[in-house]
């Protein structure tokens, strides 16, 4: 297993676009899994990454996505959100989206 650095390692891997859902793939090491956190901000229509006290990435969602259903799993590499498309939301409220899945090797 690797040991959490200083500061996470992020980056977008890949963005897939199918009929149904956006799939984000991020490189995300360097972190362990209780410091990972996963919000949508359905007001801004974007989901933000945070990893501590000290690391967010925002990643802002095209207007025909529901960031406020995204589920996102983690398998101590590779970050995975799946956000559904459909209609613009009306709730304004944030909130948590949770690590579904956790891939063990």
Known sequence: MQKPTAMPNFEIDYVKETAHAYIINCKLTGVFKEKVQVQAEVDSNCVVVKCGHFFARRIHLPSNSSSSRT???????FLTLFVPRTLACSNTTPSKVLIVQTVHH
Do not use: I, K, V
Request: no cysteine; aromatic share 14%.
């Open 71 to 77: 589920t996102a799993s983690w398998d101590g590499r």
